[in-house]
Structures are given as structure tokens and as C-alpha cells.
């Protein structure tokens, strides 16, 4: 079983290994945990705690969705708002836009939210990362540049 996902630039693999490391897997200890199949989280957490794996936020994420039975489907679809969200959060404190903005948008991207979600469940593994390479580009633009606002 892979657990490292694909994933380009120095700030987008830092970012992604901070928020895996500071999950500290710590859904585990919200529920009774007995059939719920989290040893396969656990197994993740051993892996990324001997540095064998990268701890990538969004393997985490979907070895515990997938733990607690979630359709793949589903886990994907929530995870992509998650991090649509997180990206107008940004835009909200960068710009001035309110709170109700932000919203809006969200709702707004919503069926283009899902409509890539249902791609991105329909894509073979040989087809993961090969949008990589644009996305890389246009990160290192700015990778280093003096200040920044927030980790893209």
C-alpha cells in the first residue's frame, strides 16, 4: 500500500507535512475506536513517525475517512471543500472581503467543487500528479519571495 501522495513544490510538501505531522491522528482518540478500522491510520501514524512516510494531510485524511466507511466518492468531495474553503478563507483576511463574501463564493464554486471531485474519483493512479508540473511553476514564481502572506 503507497501512503506519500503526489505532491510539487517546496511549500505545498512542507505545508502538507506539517498539517500530517500536527493532525497528531488525534481522531482516534474522539470515538470508541474497537471495528472502526483505524489500525490502518495507526499504521500511517507509525510509518510517518519513523520517517518512512511523508505524513501528507491528505492521506491522513482519507486513510481515516475510509476507516470510518466513508465512500471514497464522499471523502474526496469533502476534502475538496475543505480546501476550496480554506483558499477564500485566505482570500478573506488577504482582500477586503467580508465574511458573507467569502460565503457567497463558496456557494458560488460549490457545483465546480463537486464536478472536479467526481474527476479527480474517476482518474487512474497513473493519472494522479499530472498537474503537477503547472502548478509547480506557478508556485515557484513566488517561493521565495521576500514576504508573503500565506503558504500557497
Known amino acids: 500500500m503507497q501512503f506519500n501522495g503526489v505532491i ?8 502538507s507535512e506539517q498539517d500530517g505531522r500536527e ?3 488525534a481522531p482516534v482518540d474522539w470515538f470508541d475506536t474497537e471495528n472502526m478500522g483505524v489500525s490502518c ?6 510509518l510517518v513517525a ?14 481515516y475517512a475510509n ?15 475543505s480546501q476550496c474553503s480554506a483558499v477564500v478563507t485566505n482570500c478573506v483576511k488577504l482582500i477586503p472581503l467580508s465574511q458573507m463574501d467569502g460565503q457567497r ?3 458560488r464554486f460549490l457545483p465546480e467543487v ?3 471531485a467526481k474527476l479527480a474519483h474517476s482518474v487512474s493512479e497513473d493519472d494522479i500528479g499530472l498537474s503537477l508540473p503547472g ?3 506557478r508556485a515557484m514564481q513566488h517561493e521565495r519571495l521576500f514576504t508573503r502572506q500565506f503558504i500557497s
Open 67 to 81: 476507516g470510518q466507511g466513508v465512500e471514497s466518492s464522499d471523502a474526496i468531495s469533502v476534502f475538496a471543500y
Open 50 to 63: 519513523e520517517n518512512k512516510a511523508f505524513g501528507q494531510y491528505a492521506a491522513a485524511f482519507g486513510i
Open 41 to 46: 491510520l495507526d499504521h500511517y501514524a507509525s
Open 23 to 25: 493532525i497528531d491522528f
Open 135 to 137: 502548478l509547480d511553476i
Open 114 to 116: 463537486y464536478r472536479h
Open 8 to 15: 510539487g513544490n517546496l511549500d505545498k510538501m512542507e505545508k
Open 105 to 107: 463564493i463558496l456557494y
